[in-house]
Antibody, heavy 121, light 111 residues
Framework: EVQLLESGGGLVQPGGSLRLSCAAS????????MTWVRQFPGKGLEWVSA????????WYADSVKGRFTISRDNSKNTLYLQMNSLRAADTAVYYC??????????????WGQGTLVTVSS | QSALTQPPSASGSPGQSVTISCTGT?????????VSWYQHHPGKAPKLMIY???KRPSGVPDRFSGSKSGNTASLTVSGLQADDEADYYC???????????FGGGTKLTVL
């Protein structure tokens, strides 16, 4: 059974940093691209960042380029999202999802339950 | 990275069919066959319903179907059931410069 468990969310002040983690199990992690998606309080979804299984390619939304960094540790079956210079507009539930990239036809076939990031003073 | 356009709401009675549209541009929906659809019940993880415009993952009922014409993709839910009531989001690859985009979401109500 595929499981994705996000952690690391919380309350942070504007300008601060957080690192999200996503522990994956139930599939061969190194084979698949992985993606972070966020859902804003108004319910809209946004692709945040994606990375291929071998970490050779990455993609970022314009809204986070230069501030967020996606990475993965295939030895630990874990995906990360380092978020710096956080803004109020980054407040959202962050989902980790399996897929993303051409090998999965840009489809996300499993999602975690999400972790809430709140940026506020 | 502009969002794809979906109607905010749709509804139908049990047993009926409903179609949700997703309009983009030639740079996303119209330019690639990488359209997917997701069902989201609040408080639960989103679920992939359709990928590559019209393919269903294993376990998704054939009551759900997808199609595309030009810059508009569509999700049709036939034989509506109470559990189909949820938010539905479309998504499309948008090219190497624009990554990927979601639609704004459609709340499907089963009357």
């Amino acid at each position: 059974e595929v499981q994705l468990l996000e952690s690391g969310g919380g309350l942070v002040q504007p300008g601060g940093s957080l690192r999200l983690s996503c522990a994956a199990s139930g599939f061969t992690f190194t084979t698949y691209g992985m993606t972070w998606v966020r859902q804003f309080p108004g319910k809209g979804l946004e692709w945040v960042s994606a990375m291929t299984g071998n970490a050779a390619s990455t993609w970022y939304a314009d809204s986070v380029k230069g501030r967020f960094t996606i990475s993965r540790d295939n030895s630990k079956n874990t995906l990360y999202l380092q978020m710096n210079s956080l803004r109020a507009a980054d407040t959202a539930v962050y989902y980790c999802a399996k897929g993303g990239g051409f090998s999965s036809s840009w489809a996300l076939d499993y999602w975690g339950q999400g972790t809430l990031v709140t940026v506020s003073s | 990275q502009s969002a794809l356009t979906q109607p905010p709401s749709a509804s139908g009675s049990p047993g009926q069919s409903v179609t949700i549209s997703c309009t983009g541009t030639s740079s996303d929906v119209g330019g690639f066959n990488y359209v997917s659809w997701y069902q989201h019940h609040p408080g639960k993880a989103p679920k992939l319903m359709i990928y590559e415009v019209s393919k269903r993952p294993s376990g998704v009922p054939d009551r759900f179907s997808g199609s595309k014409s030009g810059n508009t993709a569509s999700l049709t839910v036939s034989g509506l059931q109470a559990d189909d009531e949820a938010d539905y989001y479309c998504s499309s690859y948008a090219g190497s410069n624009n990554f990927a985009v979601f639609g704004g979401g459609t709340k499907l109500t089963v009357l």
